[in-house]
Nanobody, 121 residues
Framework: QLQLVESGGGLVQAGGSLRLSCVAS????????MGWYRQAPGKQRELVAT???????NYADSVKGRFIISRDNVKNTVYLQMNSLKPEDTASYSC???????????????WGRGTLVTVSA
């Protein structure tokens, strides 16, 4: 069964750090872009950061200089190092990945269920 599973969320004080991980598992031919999105209560989901399989990254302006996305293509894993966290970073963080699979050989975007990050003032 193909799935994306996030981990690493939790409660942290403002100024602190967290590292999120997301592992893709199942029958996968290849993983293309992987990324992180977040959704705060009462707000729309927004992009946080993405990274191509070749290592090109893209960040939301609100996290530039504080968050770092990285990935391990061998492990089909994407990470999000979050530093200098602010209360406004509080949200459910979900990863997604565009993957080529036996069912979707041309690629399909899959989503994880999310991990909650809470930043206290």
């Amino acid at each position: 069964q193909l799935q994306l599973v996030e981990s690493g969320g939790g409660l942290v004080q403002a100024g602190g750090s967290l590292r999120l991980s997301c592992v893709a598992s199942g029958s996968i031919f290849s993983v293309n872009a992987m990324g992180w999105y977040r959704q705060a209560p009462g707000k729309q989901r927004e992009l946080v950061a993405t990274m191509t399989s070749g290592g090109m990254s893209n960040y939301a302006d609100s996290v530039k200089g504080r968050f770092i996305i990285s990935r391990d293509n061998v492990k089909n894993t994407v990470y999000l190092q979050m530093n200098s966290l602010k209360p406004e970073d509080t949200a459910s963080y979900s990863c997604n990945a565009n993957m080529r699979t036996p069912v979707f050989p041309n690629g399909m975007t899959y989503w994880g269920r999310g991990t909650l990050v809470t930043v206290s003032a």
